[in-house]
C-alpha cells in the first residue's frame, strides 16, 4: 500500500512564508511526477505546481515567482516554498503523485489528505 502524508500547512500573514512537505511511502518501485493541487472553498481544484523525475516544473500562472517546487528523489519527497503569500492562496493544499508500486503494472495516482493554509490579510 502506497501512502503520501503532507505537513507543513498552516496559518501566516500576508506577504509571509510556508514550506509544505510530502513524503511518499509504502511498496514503491519508482514516481514519476510529483504535484501540489489546491481546493478553495466553492472553487474546483486546481493545479499549483509540478515536477517530472527528471526535475522539470510547471506552475500556475497565479503563482509563479512566488512557490518553488522541488524533490527528494532519495526520501520520496516533494517540496512546495510558498513565499509572499496573499490572501487567494487560502485553500487545502493536496499532494499528488504518479507512483509505480511493486505489484502493479504501470503508475497510478495517489492524493494526500490535504493541508490546510491560511493567509489572513
Known amino acids: 500500500q502506497v501512502r503520501l502524508v503532507e505537513s507543513g500547512g498552516g496559518l501566516v500573514q500576508a506577504g509571509g512564508s510556508l514550506r509544505l512537505s510530502c513524503a511518499a511511502s509504502g511498496r514503491i518501485f519508482s514516481i514519476n511526477a510529483m504535484g501540489w493541487y489546491r481546493q478553495a472553498p466553492g472553487k474546483q481544484r486546481e493545479l499549483v505546481a509540478d515536477?517530472?523525475?527528471?526535475?522539470?516544473?510547471n506552475y500556475a500562472d497565479s503563482v509563479k515567482g512566488r512557490f518553488t517546487i522541488s524533490r527528494d528523489n532519495a526520501k520520496n519527497t516533494v517540496y512546495l516554498q510558498m513565499n509572499s503569500l496573499k490572501p487567494e492562496d487560502t485553500a487545502i493544499y493536496y499532494c499528488n503523485a504518479d507512483i509505480v508500486s511493486f505489484g502493479r503494472f504501470g503508475g497510478h495516482d495517489y492524493w494526500g489528505q490535504g493541508t490546510q493554509v491560511t493567509v489572513s490579510s
Open positions: 515536477i517530472t523525475s527528471g526535475g522539470s516544473t
